[in-house]
Structures are given as C-alpha cells and as structure tokens.
C-alpha cells in the first residue's frame, strides 16, 4: 500500500489543481459577467435620465399654426421639428434602440408617434387657418388632442423610466390610441388608464401691461 501513495498523492494533487484552475476560470467568468452588467446598467442609467430631459425639452405647444404660416410665407420649407433632423438625435436613437429596456424603448416609440401625429394634426391646422372655414374647429380640435397625445406618452415614458431607476417591477402600462391611416401610423390619441403623476402646475412665467389689458405668459409643465 506504501508503494501506491506517491502516486495516490500525485494524483490527489493534479485533482485539486485541475479544480482550482475550474474554479478561477467560473470565479472570473462571474467577475466578468458581473463587471459587464453593472457597465450596462451604468450607461442605460444615462441614457434614461438624457431620455427625460429629452422629452421634457421638446415642446409641441410652442409650435402654432400662425407661427408654421410666417415661416412659410418667407418661402421655402419650413422645419416642424429641426432637433430631430440631426446626427445628435440620430445618435440618441440609437442609444436607445441599443440600452433601453423592451419596455421604455416600445414607449418611447409610442412617444416618437405621437409627435408624428402632432405634425400632421399642426399641418392640418395651418392649411385650414381661416376661422370661417368648413374645417378650421376641427382642425384645431384634433390639433388640441395630439398635445394632449405627447403628454399622454411622455408620461408614461417618463413613469416607466422611474420605476426601473427604482429597480421596480410594474406590469406595462394599459393606454388606447388612435392612429389614422391616412396619417400613416402616427397616432393622433391616446388615452391612458392609468394617469402619470402631475409633478408640476403651469406658473406664469411674465407679466406685461398693455393699453387696456395685462398680459401673462404661462410656463406649462411638461405633464
């Protein structure tokens, strides 16, 4: 028996080596894949929050049918939204085509159609600016929906996005739209079931004295 147990030894030894080789290589296959989630959720964590200042800094509302008709009457086309016809927008895009979650990237979709059906609804408004024509109430009366739209989504982007900063489990959210087809997919409506929180109240943002009236500017939250 004696003379077995160099070898039983060396073999025992070569086990133990083999197992410590398997064991660093999982231990570092784990820091690794460990290392690698914790960069993306660092760089999606960035892309939500430039996500929401994003949303929260286009404005529809302060794009009108009177403004769309001076600028066109310049000559040449006019820009409904220029900040997304850059490679700065196209770029964020794709961030959030790469990073996003399935969940804020199919709301943010939803959000980016909004705005598309605003474009059209803003189109709408400005061909028919005559307040004694056949379709200028509804014109505007759609024109008003598609704000109501953007708000709509951006809230619920906006909802989505907290909660999983939060590391929150919600089911995705349940909203209705409207989507006309000569409008090609972009939708006009949308009506949510559950309503976003209201961070903010609109507050005046100026005030003027002219001849015989007073004049405030109201600064609208964002939702």
């Known amino acids: 028996m004696s003379v077995w147990l160099p070898y039983i030894s060396s073999a025992t030894t070569a086990v133990v080596a083999v197992v410590a080789i398997v064991v660093g290589r999982l231990s570092s296959k784990d820091t690794l894949t460990t290392q690698l989630k914790q960069r993306m959720w660092e760089r999606r964590s960035d892309l939500y929050v430039d996500a929401l200042k994003t949303v929260q800094e286009i404005d529809v509302r302060e794009i009108t049918p009177d403004a769309v008709l001076k600028k066109a009457a310049r000559g040449g086309p006019v820009l409904l939204l220029p900040y997304l016809d850059t490679p700065e927008w196209r770029e964020f895009s794709a961030r959030v085509d790469a990073l996003a979650s399935d969940e804020v990237r199919s709301l943010f979709s939803v959000w980016e159609r909004c705005l598309s059906g605003w474009s059209w609804c803003l189109t709408k408004a400005a ?97």
């Open 127 to 223: 061909t028919h600016s005559d307040p004694l024509g056949e379709f200028y109430k509804e014109a505007r009366s759609e024109l008003q929906t598609s704000y109501q739209a953007v708000a709509a989504a951006r809230g619920l982007l906006t909802d989505q996005i907290r909660s999983e900063l939060r590391f929150e489990s919600r089911p995705f959210p349940k909203f209705t739209y409207v989507a006309p087809e000569e409008f090609m997919g972009a939708i006009t409506e949308l009506k949510a079931t559950d309503h976003p929180r209201v961070r903010q109240s609109p507050r005046i943002r100026t005030f003027s004295r002219e001849e015989h009236a007073t004049k405030l500017q109201l600064d609208l939250p964002p939702f």
